[in-house]
């Protein structure tokens, strides 16, 4: 078998039917889509094939050979990040980090299909993707700024302090 | 305070939106053995028979690890608070929640691994199984736990944690209304994304490298030395990217099996829980009934509380005692009753063992208090914020235990919160600080109680 994986051709040993998320992790070392439930039902193992959004823990090696697979290792790099991965920095869209890869792919396949800002339409999109630490309004707002062509600068601080404490307590 | 406020980058915001977030799971050590775990099948059983000798020849399989391969099987989670030990890291002579480890196995795949645990013989004998707090507290009860069915060892040996501040029977008899409520939320799994995973290498000098998804890195160290019987210089934890924990990692729930798996096959162990695992044998939030009457005036004021906890602990003590000693300081909320009456139990079922979860203790009287002040507000036709005004923590009012409050926030809070809704206040509430008690908000019941601001605690 063989498989592109983030635009590089690769031999592929697994067994057939072994997941291409094991094919992933265990053969080619690529770690970012995680194992959260190994049953397609928490989003966080989500790769691209050939551009759709595929929960890669349901989805045997032999049923995509020869198809292209990106990672979000393939999306960018700490130097060039991909729109959507700047608004996840931007927008604080994680914060244990370990269900992000699959909302990026997910984002990133919205956006590219000509997805607008409407929290509607996101939401809809990120269906079945779970996050136990955002509450997700922050993961939606990225999404929506990476979809309007936002510009971020993720090099300083951002803005000044701008809460009232309530109480006063605070100084 | 130059970050109070401001928008700061996250540290590691760059390495997840780039998958270079090394969790423990993608940790790459070359010939690493998976490891399984046998569980209880039942609720509650007395273990009559267990024979590992069909899985530990088995063909791949590097190790078996039961009870008897523990060196110390007994460590309390909180002993440093003097809480005694209560549960083996492996099941010996009962096994008393479903999901209970009895044995692990370490082996060349996850598929042998597998293979090793069906290949242990294991025979029980059920007991009757205890899963609702109130029920388990009934006189009559099955016992399901060494100590009875209630934890025994609080200070000065009580059976509970108890607060008495005021006269509570001035309180019930000079009330106007007494207004109850019964109040039991429910457990609650924190559900990770990532589930509980351990690696252990066992290194050449003897050492042993822990990479795992503890909350607590220093903690679980302790407890895997306690189990191990070893110095702390032989352990190198790696953690600090934790894929969610909420509370439910802080119990060591994998290391120290683990690393003895890793010590015994003398190869590196991968240990990563099923989903499955995950929602039915990690330790949740507890399941707590909590029963509370509340002397009251007709204009408003409570004068007094009487509340009973029962705090579902499951089938062991972790840190349940902490639990519910935290929950008994906050059992009058944000808000100032000077005359108490409160009783909490740590009270074991054969449920999983329970622990913290956001908020340990606190999040449960938090939805007790604001339940039961909208009930009061609701018996006395009162408007629902003014109840909650009129008795708000003010400077310089005290605690349950006697801390005097020196930065309350409630009266701002709950302003905030009427403005923000549209709720109209009345001018008297409208204006209302937080400043120490005078004139009108400082009735002859409450005179007692009030502290001095100055000495704080």
Known sequence: ?171 | MKAVGARLPRYDGIAHVTGRSTFVDDVRIPGTLWAKALRSPVHHADITRLDTSRAETMSGVHAVVTWQDVPLLMYGHLSALGIPEDEPLLAKDDVRYKGQPIAVVAAQDEETALAAVGAIEVEYAEKPALFDVRLAADPDAPIVHQWGNWYTHFEAEMDHRQIRKGDIDWAFDNADVIVQGVYRPAAIEHCPVETQVCQVVPEADGRLTIYTCTQALYFSMGVVAAHLQVPLNKLKLVGGTVGGGFGGKVDTASETMTALLAMKAGRPVKWRWTREEELLCSSTRAPWHMELADAVTNDGWILGRKMLTLHDSGAYARFSPYGVTKHSFHHTGAYTIPNLHFDGYVVFTNRVPTTAMRGFGVTSISFAVETHMSRVADVLAMDPLEIRLKNANRIGDTSPNGVVYTDPSTVPTIQAIAEATGHELSADYRTMTRDPRGGEWLPEHLVAQVGNPEEGH
């Open chain 1, 1 to 171: 078998m063989k498989l592109t994986v983030n635009g590089i051709e690769q031999e592929i040993e697994s067994a057939p039917l072994t997941s291409l998320l094991d094919v992933l992790r265990e053969e080619l070392g690529i770690t970012s889509p995680k194992a959260g439930c190994e049953q397609g039902g928490c989003g966080t193992c989500t790769v691209l094939v050939d551009g759709e959004p595929r929960r890669s823990c349901l989805v045997p090696a032999a049923a995509v050979d020869g198809h292209e697979i990106v990672t979000v290792e393939g999306l960018g790099t700490p130097d060039h990040l991909a729109p959507v991965q700047q608004a996840f920095v931007h927008h604080y869209g994680m914060q244990c980090g370990f269900c992000t890869p699959g909302f990026l792919l997910a984002a990133h396949a919205y956006i590219e299909g000509g997805g607008t800002d409407d929290p509607k339409a996101i939401s809809h999109a990120l269906a079945g993707h779970f996050c136990r630490c955002t509450g997700y309004v922050k993961i939606v707002n990225a999404v929506a700024a990476a979809a309007r062509g936002d510009g971020f600068d993720l090099t300083t601080t951002v803005g000044t302090p701008t809460t009232t404490f309530a109480t006063g307590g605070v100084e």
